[in-house]
DNA sequence: TGCATCTCCCTAAAGGCTTTAGGCAAATGG
DNA sequence: CCATTTGCCTAAAGCCTTTAGGGAGATGCA
């Protein structure tokens, strides 16, 4: 018959985390990856061990991607000028690929998060804080501050949360950014 | 036969809630539901328009106890005790339900989002502001700050993205609480 | 080049979830 | 007490996952 597909764990998890993007993570189904491989089903299965280790895989593949830009956005960058780039990673990528973003928020085992770039991403906040004047344990706090704040913001963001209200979104991001920027400059002790 | 199983609407969606705090919104399904009432799973849609409708009602409960919780605790409370008690109605409702928590993130089209107690919660969050000293645009702006950081926090926290590290998140729970406190008392100017 | 082997994709099949169509019996009420 | 309504059931089709086993390309060595 004709030449052979081709296929790939490489491959597939490339193209599985386009269809993330096109129809949602959730809607990532190993039947649509083969129908555009052109390929039966079942032959999937030698490169993927389920549907769950696709779904892993695609969200290891978006945590390198979101810290590589991160690192990239950082280099040469502090203060409030890396807080503004390390945040504007996050959203942007958010919105240039929501089904990736959500992949990167699936909740991973022990040994695929040990794995993942997640520890880079602490890493990267935690060095952007080096141009505020924290104390170690207040880093981790601040860590996730920003963790949470950048998290959240995007999520509500993008699941249509803030619609219909009034102020723009982009407003209210410079303006939250402005706020950090400011608590981080003057951190209240307890 | 037997006599009738009682089905209702209402009763399935309390159901469906409860298998959602057990086995995750995600996995909420139609037949599991149908198992539970002892029912072959085409009765069920006598009540039930389809799946993304059970999903739908379910999110639309979650977000009715949680506004109604939140009304409860900011009953009474101004300043930085009503934040900290809203901010715990999220933490500790997601704790208590996670099912129903992530049913209450569940992306709803516009009919069901008008009709949800979203806006509710808007306006406590509103509400709550008066107690700090900020301008109309501001406060849109620190209601969306807060949102994120509640749901960010919530999320990441129950996600496992805190785990591992050192301080404990209660403390930082804590702290990031004295933080928001802070800034909303001392909000920048542009 | 020819052949053995290995690799890759396919056929087949079982099991689960969703959703629709149509039927019979239990409940309701006049 | 019977007519009607209502509620749950059987049947069936469609789609997704996952496993088992087979045949035909690709590869490499003689």
Known sequence: MATRAGLTTERLTRAGAELADEVGFDQVTVSELARRFDVKVASLYSHLKNSHDL???????????????AADALAGRAGKDALTALANVYRDYAREHPGRYAAAQFRLGPEAAA???????????????????????DQTHAVRLLGSVFH?????????????SAPDTQDTWTRVLDALDALLRNWPEP
Chains 1, 2 share one sequence.
């Open 115 to 137: 794995a993942s770039a997640g520890v880079r991403h602490a890493q990267m906040t935690r060095a952007l804080l080096r141009g505020y004047d924290l104390t170690e344990p």
């Open 152 to 164: 959240g913001y995007v999520s509500l963001e993008m699941g249509g949360g803030f619609s219909h």
């Open 55 to 69: 779904r892993t895989r695609i969200a290891l593949l978006a945590l390198k991607e979101l810290a590589d830009r």
